[in-house]
C-alpha cells in the first residue's frame, strides 16, 4: 500500500486563509477526498474528488490537487473550524484498499 | 435521512472475539458497498474492511486479515465485523460507513456514530 503525509498540525487567526496539504506519490493518479472531525463525533465528508464539495458544506472550503500533493483550503476560517482534518484516498483499480493521512489539527487562534 | 448505528462494542480480553453490528436505514442498504473505519484513542483513521452490496467481495487491510471478517445482511439492513484473536492495538472506536455514490471511487459520504472496543485484560 502507499501512504498520504499531513502536517500534524496547522494555526491559524480567525479570517485567516487555512491550507491543509496532503502528498502521496498515488494522488495523480487517484482522486483525494477530505474529512472534517470535531471532538468526539463521526467524520464528516467536506471534500470529494479533489475539489468538489458536497451540499450542507460551506463555500469557503475548496481543494485542490498539484501533481502528488493535494490541498484543503479554508477561507475565512471560523472559530467552528477547529478540528482534525484527514485526507483520504483509494486504488480503484478493483481492490478498493483505503488510506487516510495522518491526520492535521486545525486551530483556530 | 440515512443512519448508520452501530452496537456491540465492549471490554474484552487479548484473545478473544466481538461482533459488531451496525444497523443502516434511510437509504436502500443492499445498493451500497459499506466498510469499517477505526480510530485508536488519539490517533487517526484507520480503513478495516470494505464488502460489495451482495457481500460477494471483501477487502481487508492487512493488520485484521485472518482475524477480522466482514458481513452483511441486506434483508435486516444490516453490516457486521466479527472479530477474533483481539489484540491490545485493536482497541479503537470502529465506526459504519456508507461508500459515496460516485462509480469507481471509493470514499464515505455517511458514517456512524462509533461504538469503543477495548481489548484489555
Known amino acids: 500500500s502507499y501512504e498520504l503525509t499531513q502536517p500534524p498540525s496547522v494555526s491559524v487567526s480567525p479570517g485567516q486563509t487555512a491550507r491543509i496539504t496532503c502528498s502521496g506519490d498515488a494522488l495523480p493518479k487517484q482522486y483525494a477526498y477530505w474529512y472534517q472531525q470535531k471532538p468526539g463525533q463521526a467524520p464528516v465528508l467536506v471534500i470529494y474528488k479533489d475539489s468538489e464539495r458536497p451540499s450542507g458544506i460551506p463555500e469557503r472550503f475548496s481543494g485542490s490537487s498539484s501533481g502528488t500533493t493535494v490541498t484543503l483550503t479554508i477561507s475565512g476560517v471560523q472559530a467552528e473550524d477547529e478540528a482534525d482534518y484527514y485526507c483520504q484516498s483509494a486504488d480503484s483499480s478493483g481492490t478498493y484498499d483505503v488510506v487516510f493521512g495522518g491526520g492535521t489539527k486545525l486551530t483556530v487562534l | 435521512e440515512v443512519q448508520l448505528v452501530e452496537s456491540g462494542g465492549g471490554l474484552v480480553q487479548p484473545g478473544g472475539s466481538l461482533r459488531l453490528s451496525c444497523a443502516a436505514s434511510g437509504f436502500t442498504f443492499s445498493s451500497y458497498w459499506m466498510s469499517w473505519v477505526r480510530q485508536a484513542p488519539g490517533k487517526g483513521l484507520e480503513w478495516v474492511a470494505n464488502?460489495?452490496?451482495?457481500?460477494?467481495?471483501?477487502y481487508y487491510v492487512d493488520s485484521v486479515k485472518g482475524r477480522f471478517t466482514i458481513s452483511r445482511d441486506n434483508a435486516k439492513n444490516s453490516l457486521y465485523l466479527q472479530m477474533n484473536s483481539l489484540r491490545a492495538e485493536d482497541t479503537a472506536v470502529y465506526y459504519c460507513?456508507?461508500?459515496?455514490?460516485?462509480?469507481?471511487?471509493?470514499?464515505?459520504?455517511?458514517w456512524g456514530q462509533g461504538t469503543l472496543v477495548t481489548v484489555s485484560s
Open positions: 460507513a456508507r461508500k459515496g455514490q460516485l462509480t469507481g471511487e471509493y470514499y464515505f459520504d455517511y
Open positions: 464488502i460489495k452490496q451482495d457481500g460477494s467481495e471483501k
